[in-house]
């Protein structure tokens, strides 16, 4: 089996381990800090995903399933070993940076240099020349985030899940956590996630599955409340996007110009509405 082939549809075995992996992300990530009862819960039902992944694999059930959950699983794992709740204090600021660096970079030398695969892959130069159609897209995404945005995290209050930034240091690395994480939700959970499930299933099956682990991993960095009535819709757009176009370059435009706008919302709740163009202030 390879990335290029024809996507299966249906059911099929793979989906019983896969699922059980997705439903993990909550208890490891969106449930953190509930109970320790729970985190064990999330870790047990990976760690028996990755197993009926291996007995599939064994019997024949599934082709390559086993290395390919791992590979997620190891991500995972690796991010759940910090709190991704927003702090842009210098000491959590370069540990965050370096754990989610962990997490897309182990699995990729696992699937390069172990596994000898090339599944994940950092196509920079695909996709060019973006169609009208995407270019439009990107306007509607920063008109529905001028729209949407300050709405949802001044009325919920899920602003102040973010820190306080007054001093210019502060907003500047807030500018750059916010980017940073941006980023690398991209190259985890579509470059890496989503790839690797869109080998066993088709686009559909792979996109709620890795969107599943993305939302739960959003609720822990801030994105509460009816946030997910916001995510769960971008996630699967981001998944469906670079499923069709194939450019890393073009679905980190949309997720960036997306945080762009949070990052203004934020500092706009922050300092009591500074930023005059939002059409809603605390």
Same mark, same amino acid.
């Given at each position: 089996?390879?990335?290029?082939? #024809?996507?299966?549809?249906?059911?099929?075995?793979?989906?019983? #381990?896969?699922?059980?992996?997705?439903?993990? &992300?909550?208890?490891?990530?969106?449930?953190?800090?509930?109970?320790? &009862?729970?985190?064990?819960?999330?870790?047990?039902?990976?760690?028996? &995903?990755?197993?009926?992944?291996?007995?599939?694999?064994?019997?024949?059930?599934?082709?390559?399933?086993?290395?390919?959950?791992?590979?997620?699983? =190891?991500?995972?794992?690796? =991010?759940?070993?910090?709190? %991704?709740?927003?702090?842009?204090?210098?000491?959590? $600021?370069?540990?965050?940076? $370096?754990?989610?660096?962990?997490?897309?970079?182990?699995?990729?030398?696992?699937?390069?240099?172990?596994?000898?695969?090339?599944?994940?892959?950092?196509?920079?130069?695909?996709?060019?020349?973006?169609?009208?159609?995407?270019?439009?897209?990107?306007?509607?995404?920063?008109?529905?985030?001028?729209?949407?945005?300050? $709405?949802?995290?001044?009325?919920?209050?899920?602003?102040?899940?973010? #820190?306080?930034?007054?001093?210019?240091?502060?907003?500047?690395?807030?500018?750059?956590?916010?980017?940073?994480?941006?980023?690398?939700?991209?190259?985890?959970?579509?470059?890496? %996630?989503?790839?690797?499930?869109?080998?066993?299933?088709?686009?559909?099956?792979?996109?709620?599955?890795?969107?599943?682990?993305?939302?739960?991993?959003?609720?822990?960095?801030?994105?509460?409340?009816?946030?997910?009535?916001?995510?769960? #819709?971008?996630?699967?757009?981001?998944?469906?996007?670079?499923?069709?176009?194939?450019?890393?370059?073009?679905?980190?435009?949309?997720?960036?110009?997306?945080?762009? =706008?949070?990052?203004?919302?934020?500092?706009?709740?922050?300092?009591?509405? %500074?930023?005059?163009? $939002?059409?809603?202030?605390?």
């Amino acid at each position: 089996m390879t990335l290029d082939a #024809p996507p299966r549809s249906g059911l099929s075995w793979a989906l019983a #381990p896969a699922l059980l992996l997705s439903a993990s &992300a909550p208890f490891l990530f969106a449930l953190r800090g509930t109970s320790l &009862a729970l985190t064990l819960l999330g870790y047990g039902m990976l760690l028996l &995903a990755i197993f009926v992944a291996w007995l599939f694999d064994r019997s024949g059930r599934t082709i390559d399933l086993f290395k390919d959950l791992l590979l997620i699983a =190891v991500g995972m794992v690796i =991010v759940s070993t910090v709190s %991704v709740e927003a702090d842009i204090a210098w000491g959590n $600021f370069f540990l965050l940076g $370096f754990v989610l660096a962990s997490a897309v970079a182990v699995p990729y030398l696992i699937s390069r240099f172990v596994f000898k695969d090339r599944v994940i892959r950092f196509r920079w130069r695909g996709g060019w020349p973006w169609t009208k159609v995407q270019w439009s897209y990107l306007l509607l995404v920063l008109f529905l985030g001028w729209l949407i945005l300050p $709405f949802y995290f001044i009325t919920s209050g899920v602003y102040l899940n973010w #820190p306080e930034v007054h001093e210019w240091h502060e907003v500047a690395r807030l500018f750059v956590g916010v980017n940073a994480v941006g980023t690398w939700d991209e190259l985890f959970f579509i470059i890496t %996630v989503f790839v690797l499930f869109k080998r066993h299933f088709p686009v559909w099956q792979a996109n709620i599955l890795q969107a599943v682990i993305f939302v739960s991993f959003l609720w822990e960095l801030g994105y509460q409340a009816w946030g997910p009535l916001l995510t769960v #819709p971008f996630a699967l757009l981001q998944g469906w996007i670079y499923s069709s176009t194939k450019s890393i370059v073009y679905v980190l435009t949309v997720h960036l110009l997306f945080d762009a =706008v949070v990052f203004l919302v934020i500092v706009h709740a922050r300092n009591d509405g %500074v930023i005059p163009f $939002f059409l809603i202030s605390p």
